[in-house]
């Protein structure tokens, strides 16, 4: 499969066309979303005030992310999930388990080894119930759960290059909680994310992607009090989970 570069044409075609985008509709009000930090706090209150492991939240979020892709999948759909060395990989580990457990097809793009105990954990498992590690020659769904809200910029070279080959695939693309490559700066190659699956809470970053760009937010476990502690309305997750 051909990687094409991101080269300055092409970042300043997507520049015009996001600044167009943005200045016609923001995705959220910043009294509706978190900064980032905010949100890493929120994470951090989560674990350390409420006793929610990481490993629950991130069981819940790889169920939500599950679902979404199989809002945009056949039965035949060939779905690849790129995951790094995190948290975030591991949220998209466990969606490539529950995936391969419905019967769909799943392969695993991982640009970097996978260490860690937890995500390592959730390799094994989406390995055991079929998924497999590899890059398709043809993708269906291409799902970015490569870094997530702590990733930085630049990128290095092994994520530049599975952004690139992701953009290049033609494929449905699906991000975990924030585009990888996601800056205000871009010409920063990101993953061209077609729908978002947001975590918990809007985050105001996601302005900055073009309004043609489906954003959800899924219910993780965070209790209503966090939100009211952040000044946000709290997502009414008690009939949808997805909202």
Known sequence: MPIYPYNQRTALILDLKERYDHNMQEHFKNNEALSLEAFRDMDYTAIEKYQLPIELMMENAGLQLARIVTRNAREDSIICIGAGNGNNGGGGLVAARRLSGWGYQVYLDLPVEI????????LQRALLFGAKQAVPDHTDIWVDAYLGFSQRLPLSREFTKAVQRANASGAKLIALDIPTGISSNTYQPRFLADQ?????????????????????VADIGIPREMYEHY?????????????
Do not use: M, R, Y
């Open 115 to 122: 260490t860690k105990p937890l995500p390592k954990k959730q």
């Open 196 to 216: 978002v699956l947001t975590l918990a809470a809007p985050k105001k970053i996601l302005n900055v992607l073009p309004k043609s760009t489906e954003i959800f």
């Open 231 to 243: 000044k946000i309305p709290s997502p009414d997750f008690s009939k949808h989970q997805i909202l």
